[in-house]
């Protein structure tokens, strides 16, 4: 055996590789892993050939090849071939100047979201056009924290904090660098940042100003928007309005719902803040009735949904199955799925001539304002927060006017049905 080749192997070892060996095969070297280093021939293994040519003068080259290899393996958890294609993938990319590089990246990602619609690829287009723009801007950011940072100082200032336009863009770049990351090879410091970071960046909106100028659909309404749906034979939209004004969903938890007999349950990953990232149990979502409606008619809208004998609308049914196959990892596109078909109906514009502004998750406030004004036994605080999933006091900060105004309101009604009495 040739001298450079047994001082090869010993600098291998040197080197931490245990499990690594090396051999020719055609000219080529064949990288071997034993997944447990041992005596016996039963030890897992797997091969690769690495298109470097056996000789003295290529010792360097494959050495810092296989540690190369090496360290994607441990730090990504792959497989010897998974990581032998990322590496070339690496190495490839390795040799293009920086601009080309995260053009041509652009290009790849965008080709392989070409079967998403019109208006959602141009706005993915759109977002990641300026995510470029950000990461040649002067001084260039060295990391995912700093391209985050300076896309928010370029683009955020007419967004509003905690908007759904700031957690959109911050989804699409996010899906963007993990894509390279892990398909392309790009270096690992591009990861997204932390949760914190990418929260603090997106800010905090205000709920009780949402609710102030969101009004909720009254039962009235509510009730003409399920009759002209019907009329409309929209079916797979009026089930979705159905379920979350009469059991009070946020619109995105379309998407984690599990019917239970009679119970409708609502899956937590929807709703995942700094607070309350782990994981709980699902909660129990209760069905109100509506005044001027059947009686029960929550439930019928549940069986319809939980025996498939309706189905929720092809634009949110597309958004949910893009998070089971993990193309998404966050839900605000199923809410603004369902919300961009309701807007453009012509029932619901004729609503909004009425109350200007109305929005989709109106239907969700419709539900806590009936939970307290339409019943003479209106839910308590507690019970309408653990339906609602929130707690006591953030419902009665955002809803407490309507809770104080209607409570005085009755008392109103039974102190002068006391006077009458009297006369």
């Known amino acids: 055996m040739d001298k450079w080749v047994i001082n090869l192997r010993q600098n291998l070892k040197e080197d931490g590789h245990i499990g690594f060996s090396v051999t020719q095969k055609s000219g080529k070297v064949e990288l071997t892993h034993r997944?447990?280093?041992?005596?016996?021939?039963?030890?897992?293994?797997?091969?690769?050939?690495?298109?470097?040519?056996w000789k003295k003068d290529n010792k360097r080259k494959i050495q810092d090849t296989v540690g190369n290899i090496h360290d994607l393996m441990a730090e990504r958890k792959l497989s010897l071939r998974d990581a032998f294609e990322l590496y070339k993938k690496q190495d490839d990319i390795g040799k293009n100047p920086t601009?080309?590089?995260?053009?041509?990246?652009?290009?790849?990602?965008?080709?392989?979201?070409?079967?998403?619609?019109?208006?959602?690829?141009?706005?993915?287009?759109?977002?990641?056009?300026?995510?470029?723009?950000?990461?040649?801007?002067?001084?260039?950011?060295?990391?995912?924290?700093e391209l985050y940072k300076r896309y928010s100082e370029r683009n955020f200032?007419?967004?509003?904090?905690?908007?759904?336009?700031?957690?959109?863009?911050?989804?699409?770049?996010?899906?963007?660098?993990?894509?390279?990351?892990?398909?392309?090879?790009?270096?690992m410091?591009?990861?997204?940042?932390d949760s914190e970071i990418v929260q603090?960046?997106?800010?905090?909106?205000?709920?009780?100003?949402?609710?102030?100028?969101?009004?909720?659909?009254?039962?009235?309404?509510?009730s003409w928007l399920l009759d002209k749906l019907e009329e409309k034979k929209l079916y797979e939209l009026r089930l979705a309005c159905g379920l979350i004004g009469y059991f009070g969903l946020r619109l995105a938890e379309l998407a984690v719902l599990q019917v239970d007999g009679n119970e409708l349950y609502v899956g937590s990953k929807v709703k995942q803040n700094l607070r309350s990232r782990e994981n709980r149990k699902p909660r129990l979502a209760i069905g109100l009735d509506c005044k001027g409606r059947k009686k029960g008619e929550a439930y019928n809208f549940l069986k319809d949904f939980s025996t498939g004998a309706v189905q929720l609308p092809y634009a949110?049914?597309?958004?949910?199955?893009?998070?089971?196959?993990?193309?998404?990892?966050?839900?605000?596109?199923?809410?603004?799925?369902?919300?961009?078909?309701?807007e453009r109906t012509d029932?619901?514009?004729?609503?909004?001539?009425?109350?200007?502004?109305?929005?989709?998750?109106?239907?969700?406030?419709?539900?806590?304002?009936?939970?307290?004004?339409?019943?003479?036994?209106?839910?308590?605080?507690?019970?309408?927060?653990?339906?609602?999933?929130?707690?006591?006091?953030t419902h009665q900060r955002h809803y407490g006017q309507w809770i104080d105004q209607?409570?005085?309101?009755?008392?109103?009604?039974?102190?002068?049905?006391?006077?009458e009495a009297t006369v």
């Open 35 to 53: 997944i447990n280093e041992g005596k016996g021939s039963k030890n897992p293994r797997s091969s690769v050939t690495v298109p470097i040519e």
């Open 99 to 145: 601009d080309v590089e995260w053009n041509w990246l652009a290009d790849e990602y965008l080709k392989t979201k070409s079967d998403r619609r019109t208006t959602t690829l141009r706005d993915t287009t759109s977002r990641i056009k300026k995510m470029l723009e950000a990461k040649e801007s002067l001084p260039k950011p060295r990391d995912s924290k």
């Open 200 to 222: 603090e960046l997106i800010g905090l909106k205000k709920f009780s100003e949402q609710i102030e100028v969101t009004p909720p659909v009254k039962p009235e309404q509510f």
């Open 347 to 393: 029932c619901w514009q004729e609503l909004k001539k009425v109350e200007p502004n109305l929005t989709p998750y109106s239907l969700r406030h419709g539900w806590a304002f009936r939970s307290h004004t339409d019943s003479i036994n209106h839910l308590s605080v507690r019970s309408a927060a653990a339906s609602m999933g929130h707690t006591n006091a």
């Open 157 to 187: 200032e007419k967004m509003a904090a905690g908007g759904q336009g700031r957690k959109r863009a911050f989804g699409d770049i996010a899906a963007f660098l993990k894509w390279a990351v892990n398909r392309q090879g790009l270096d």
């Open 406 to 419: 209607e409570t005085l309101k009755q008392e109103r009604e039974k102190f002068n049905k006391g006077v």
């Open 189 to 193: 410091k591009w990861l997204p940042p």
């Open 316 to 342: 949110v049914k597309s958004q949910i199955e893009m998070i089971i196959k993990g193309e998404k990892d966050h839900y605000q596109d199923v809410g603004a799925a369902f919300s961009q078909l309701l």
